[in-house]
Nanobody
Framework: QVQLVESGGGSVQAGGSLTLSCAAS????????VGWYRQAPAKQRQLVGF???????HYVESVKGRFTISRDNAKNAVYLQMNSLKPEDTAVYYC??????????WGQGTQVTISS
């Protein structure tokens, strides 16, 4: 079972930026794609975006133009650069493979809190 550990969350004001990191326990090149997900309070976890082994990226509409996913194969890491943050971006952010396996294991995630 691969382990993915998220870090880099914090509290910032609206309009600010944060960069989240996802560290994998083995080569991320072995995954077809790695995704970032988030779960806001009282809401279901949802996909934010993903990056493939060929560096193709996809984002949900609400974060397009503000969030950027990148990867560093040498460090087995995937990053989520978040700019122009809004209060509605407040959530716990997770990384995981994409698409999700039938029985996905989730780490603790990293909390992002945006104040207005």
């Amino acid at each position: 079972q691969v382990q993915l550990v998220e870090s880099g969350g914090g509290s910032v004001q609206a309009g600010g930026s944060l960069t989240l990191s996802c560290a994998a326990s083995r080569s991320i090149s072995s995954f077809n794609a790695v995704g970032w997900y988030r779960q806001a309070p009282a809401k279901q976890r949802q996909l934010v975006g993903f990056i493939t082994t060929r560096d193709y990226t996809h984002y949900v509409e609400s974060v397009k133009g503000r969030f950027t996913i990148s990867r560093d194969n040498a460090k087995n890491a995937v990053y989520l650069q978040m700019n122009s943050l809004k209060p509605e971006d407040t959530a716990v952010y997770y990384c995981n493979t994409y698409p999700l396996p039938a029985s996905a294991y989730w780490g603790q995630g990293t909390q992002v809190t945006i104040s207005s």
